[in-house]
């Protein structure tokens, strides 16, 4: 899979040496996305056999999400219109597993703002490099089924873990565009797209506390985890585009 990420990033930043010609449009995107996640639970899953609780299964999440693009924002650029904005949230669907004497969940929301570019070469097609940063927030939760029994001391029979990290983003895509109207220089368009991206987690880099917390308490015996790692996801959006 990331053979695949480099070949198609790769493609996307070549592009423009061989396109004869460029369609830049202004444009906005609104999109409802769609995909799947793969995450590394082999230190998790490790920790969790230490302590005799079961382990997290599958080793891949199905998300949904929202996301809007746009190449106009007066915020951030007035002219340059092959650069494209991005902002995204992901929200994962729950993973569980179940024990006769436990239960545990492990999940992880995710908000990213990147830049692609845009590149076409019929219209109707178009490939893009991503690059950006991003947010997850991971929670495990470890759900004792007996009432005497405590995972850490003074939690209770319910303990709830939460992660931040940071993330670098780096990835491609591909877009196909069904013309649904052309008025002048106004184009509406139904848009699906595909893309590709690994995330990098930033927490070597120490700008935040990378410890998995319970409420304002640090919990150190839990081990590193983040996620997305590896996200393949399609799109269904609308755009609108302006010819100068």
Not at 48 to 64: C, G, I, M, T
Not at 143 to 162: A, L, R
Not at 187 to 193: D, G, L, P, V, W
Request: hydrophobic share 35%.
């Amino acid at each position: 899979m990331k053979r695949i990420i480099i070949i198609l990033t790769l493609i996307s930043s070549f592009s423009n040496l061989i396109a004869e010609e460029y369609y830049i449009p202004r444009e906005s995107v609104l999109a409802l996305t769609g995909g799947i996640y793969y995450d590394n639970t082999e230190d998790i899953n490790n920790f969790l056999s230490k302590n005799s609780l079961p382990n997290v299964k599958p080793e891949h999440v199905f998300y949904s999400g929202i996301q809007y693009k746009s190449n106009s924002m007066s915020l951030l650029n007035d002219k340059v219109y092959q650069y494209l904005y991005s902002f995204e949230l992901r929200v994962p669907f729950t993973r569980s597993v179940k024990s006769p004497d436990y239960s545990i969940e492990l999940q992880a929301w995710s908000f990213s703002a990147e830049i692609t570019t845009f590149e076409s070469f019929i219209k109707t097609v178009t490939v893009h490099p991503i690059l950006g940063f991003g947010v997850s927030n991971s929670n495990l939760s470890i759900t004792s089924k007996n009432t005497n029994e405590e995972f850490f001391t003074g939690n209770g029979t319910y303990s709830n873990f939460d992660k931040f990290t940071f993330l670098l983003n780096i990835g491609g895509g591909c877009d196909y565009r069904l013309n649904i109207l052309e008025n002048g220089k106004d184009t509406k368009n139904i848009i699906f797209s595909f893309e590709a991206r690994y995330s990098i987690s930033l927490d070597k880099l120490n700008l935040y506390n990378d410890s998995w917390t319970a409420g304002t308490k640090i919990i150190k015996e839990i081990p590193s985890y983040y996620a997305p790692g590896l996200s393949i996801e399609i799109k269904l959006g609308y755009e609108a585009q302006k010819n100068q």
